[in-house]
């Protein structure tokens, strides 16, 4: 029992990692659409970024079991707008983790979006856990990351390097938001 306890917490602890990574990410991201010349006017670019942070908060609300409250992209008159609501997104979980141990990894998690793929697939989704949940913010996030990038470029920007072995490389620095940022 006491060496399943020591994986359950190398495995939390590997998932914060993830989550720090993926608060970096996103700031080195933001900072590049920031200094990127078009990066206003590309509603592509735009929708991308929305769909990122939506997740994380919807999962946020979801993992603290507050109400499921996702702000319509509409609200947002600008990006900066945009990324003032993503870092306070991150703050969300941030305060997620600091009540997370490793005996909730197995705990089933129920996604009130869940019956949308019932709908879509005939077939109704098998449980997840909240380990498979932190999983699939992170990697959904990085997913996104990714076509925002290309977009930063096609937007006349430069994208940043955001791989999990370059943070780690760096010496896993935190986040830092641009101009925006209030941490």
């Known amino acids: 029992m006491i060496r399943e306890d020591a994986v359950k917490l190398e495995i939390l602890n590997h998932l914060k990692d993830m989550f720090r990574h993926m ?17 206003e006017r590309n509603n592509k670019l ?3 970024l929305f769909q990122i942070h939506t997740a ?4 946020g609300q979801v993992w603290l079991k507050k109400p499921l ?6 609200k947002f008159r600008s990006l900066k707008e945009i990324a003032e609501w993503a870092s306070k997104s991150q703050d969300l979980l941030e305060q997620f983790f600091k009540n997370v141990g490793e005996e909730d990894l197995d705990q089933p998690v129920e996604l009130p979006w869940a019956h949308r793929l019932e709908e879509v697939f005939g077939k109704k989704p098998s449980a997840s856990t909240l380990a498979e949940t932190m999983i699939q913010v992170t990697s959904h996030s990085s997913h996104h ?7 930063i470029r096609e937007s006349g920007g430069e994208p940043p390097l955001i791989d999990f072995i370059a943070w ?3 010496g896993k620095p935190r986040a830092q ?3 925006i940022d209030s941490k």
Request: hydrophobic residues 45%; negative net charge.
């Open 168 to 170: 780690v490389w760096f």
């Open 56 to 59: 994380q908060y919807a999962f």
């Open 177 to 179: 938001w641009p101009a």
């Open 145 to 151: 990351r990714g076509q925002v990038c290309t977009s």
């Open 69 to 74: 409250e996702i702000p319509d992209l509409d």
């Open 46 to 48: 735009r929708t991308q």
């Open 23 to 39: 608060y970096w990410a996103d700031a080195q991201v933001w900072n590049a659409v920031m200094s990127t010349p078009d990066a």
